[in-house]
């Protein structure tokens, strides 16, 4: 029972949270305020072998595992959620799929170039009018001839509409089971396909640096040969999916809660109130001790869900406690850390303000806190 992490992993961390403080902090403000998308900073992270962190060498991976991914997720939002949502949104939504489920022909085709960063892929399972209970999806896919005649449209889809963005994985239903419930399957759309449109970017409340499109589909066909894994597994498939995002997304509000500490002592050395710096006070300390508690405690939940899917082991329990846990406490210390800011913390030009717009959003995307807690009752036998 060990949770320090080796040589390697020390090297990595220290070299992502080198990355984000001197290439991304100096420049992700002025992204973040005029809501346009860091394509030097994912550049830089390509060429750092980012994405490809837990993919192996054979498509251009590093050869690490999904821990790697989740340790510089979380030093990457320790200084801004909105790249660490791309990386997170690129590999663990994006490439994922089609490195566990992808044909031979479909890997080769795809994995080097998302791998490396160079192309990016989005993950459409969300619809305007159904996200959590994904079994309402209601896009279809038909087959004709030899082509998957797709209709109907997903929200909210990461890095669906970037300049880099090579393709968008849909699951749609794609006819009836014996048991009268609906087949789901996943289908590779590439960018640019006939039929397939990009919506405007959504104006959102935090990400604000981040891609996220609403996508329609008319009549878009797209050869059977997209189909991604088998017909009618498109349910379990993104279970699978999501299971593994929910560690990374803890990771991800573990940065952002981490950052807030950061931030706080930082800015409670400096500032004066009543003769004396506000960090003497007790009430002050108190906060940042609470702060770093809460960080401290959802990354050792994610590290125990990451240690249990390494080991081949059931961790769908402990994937939901890390991201129900990690995404409170971000959002707590988000607010915590503004509080300490003072008046400060609610002008943009300080990362708080950040942290504070971009927590909310982890107590929803990636399923909410009440499917986490469903989830966690399930497995409880309830
Ligand atoms: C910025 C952003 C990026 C995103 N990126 C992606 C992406 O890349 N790909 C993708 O597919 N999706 C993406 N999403 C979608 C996201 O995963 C969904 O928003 C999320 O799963 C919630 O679905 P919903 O918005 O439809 O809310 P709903 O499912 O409508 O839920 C509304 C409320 O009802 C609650 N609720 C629902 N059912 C129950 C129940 N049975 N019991 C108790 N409470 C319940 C929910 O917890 C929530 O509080 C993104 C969303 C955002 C905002």
């Given at each position: 029972m060990d949770f320090r992490l080796d040589e390697e992993q020390q090297a990595l961390r220290e070299s992502v949270r080198d990355f984000a403080r001197e290439v991304v902090a100096p420049v992700i403000g002025e992204h973040y305020e005029n809501h346009t998308f860091p394509y030097e900073v994912v550049r830089q992270m390509g060429k750092m072998g980012l994405f490809g962190l837990p993919f192996p060498e054979e498509h251009g991976g590093m050869g690490g595992?999904?821990?790697?991914?989740?340790?510089?997720?979380?030093?990457?939002?320790?200084?801004?959620?909105?790249?660490?949502?791309?990386?997170?949104?690129?590999?663990?939504?994006?490439?994922?799929?089609?490195?566990?489920?992808?044909?031979?022909e479909q890997k080769e085709r795809w994995l080097p170039k998302l791998l490396s960063g160079e192309a990016l892929a989005g993950f459409g399972l969300t619809e305007p009018g159904t996200g959590s209970d994904a079994g309402g999806t209601q896009t279809r896919a038909v087959l004709d001839g030899d082509e998957w005649v797709i209709n109907g449209s997903k929200a909210f889809i990461t890095n669906s509409g970037t300049d880099i963005t090579a393709l968008v994985t849909v699951t749609a239903v794609t006819g009836t089971k014996p048991d009268g419930s609906k087949e789901l399957s996943t289908i590779i759309v590439p960018s640019g396909t006939p039929g397939?449109?990009?919506?405007?970017?959504?104006?959102?409340?935090?990400?604000?640096?981040?891609?996220?499109?609403?996508?329609?589909?008319?009549?878009?066909?797209?050869?059977?040969?997209?189909l991604l894994g088998e017909r009618g597994r498109g349910f379990a498939q993104f279970l699978r999916i999501l299971d593994e995002g929910r560690i990374a997304i803890a990771a991800l509000a573990v940065g952002l809660a981490q950052g807030c500490v950061d931030e706080s002592i930082k800015y409670a050395k400096?500032?004066?109130?009543?003769?004396?710096?506000?960090?003497?006070?007790?009430?002050?300390?108190?906060?940042?001790?609470?702060?770093?508690?809460?960080?401290?405690?959802?990354?050792?939940?994610y590290y125990d869900a990451a240690a249990r899917m390494l080991a081949g082991e059931p961790f769908k329990r402990q994937a939901a406690i890390a991201k129900l846990h990690a995404s409170t406490v971000a959002v707590d210390n988000a607010r915590e850390a503004t509080q300490i800011h003072g008046g400060y913390g609610f002008m943009n030009?300080?990362?708080?303000?950040?942290?504070?717009?971009?927590s909310k959003i982890l107590e929803i995307g990636e399923g909410t806190s009440e499917v986490q807690r469903m989830i966690i009752a399930r497995d409880l036998g309830m």
């Open positions: 595992d999904y821990f790697a991914l989740c340790l510089a997720l979380e030093e990457l939002a320790r200084v801004d959620s909105s790249v660490a949502i791309t990386l997170e949104a690129a590999v663990s939504l994006g490439a994922m799929p089609i490195h566990r489920f992808g044909t031979a397939f449109t990009v919506a405007p970017g959504y104006s959102k409340v935090g990400w604000n640096a981040s891609d996220t499109h609403e996508l329609t589909f008319d009549d878009c066909r797209v050869p059977a040969a997209n400096e500032r004066q109130a009543f003769g004396q710096p506000i960090g003497n006070y007790q009430a002050i300390q108190f906060k940042i001790a609470d702060m770093e508690l809460k960080a401290h405690t959802a990354r050792l939940a030009e300080y990362p708080v303000a950040r942290f504070w717009r971009d």
